[in-house]
């Protein structure tokens, strides 16, 4: 009996590159997440740092100029903080579709991978159909020329 090939192997492969690229979006996405938010925990370090520097100010006491500049530096950075856990959010609404997209295509790919499965316990029944078939009438043949002679 010829070699087992699974006449779909083509379209699993391409299916299975498929995932593979979505797999890679996913990561990259998670990585900018991660960024995003490392980027967003040093804007609150900047902040936090901020405030100590105009809770020292307020109790040696300064000119009200620099009380308005701490004020809108302060202001500032929770401006920023909110815009970039606005894109943050963003990021993760966008990286829950893309996980969608990598459940939905590792599903195709399971698919054509059980029909595979299926396929070659086939092949392989009639392969063992085959074998017996062969050993039947090896022994028949055998037993033939035994009573013959």
Excluded: C, W
Aim: aromatic residues 10%; charged residues 35%.
């Amino acid at each position: 009996m010829k070699k087992f090939q699974y006449s779909l192997q083509s379209v699993l492969n391409y299916k299975q590159m498929i995932l593979d690229g979505k797999k890679s979006e996913y990561a990259g996405i998670q990585a900018e997440i991660e960024a995003k938010r490392n980027e967003i925990a040093a804007l609150e370090k900047k902040k936090l740092e901020l405030q100590y520097a105009f809770d020292d100010v307020k109790h040696h006491g300064a000119p009200i100029e620099k009380f308005l500049l701490f004020s809108q530096m302060i202001d500032g950075a929770d401006d920023q903080i909110r815009y970039q856990n606005r894109l943050l959010e963003k990021l993760q609404k966008k990286a829950e579709r893309k996980k969608k997209e990598v459940i939905a295509a590792n599903i195709d790919v399971n698919k054509f991978e059980k029909l595979k499965e299926k396929k070659f316990a086939e092949y392989r029944a009639a392969e063992q159909k085959e074998n017996e078939a062969f050993i039947e009438e090896f022994v028949q043949n055998t037993s033939a020329r035994n009573q013959s002679a």
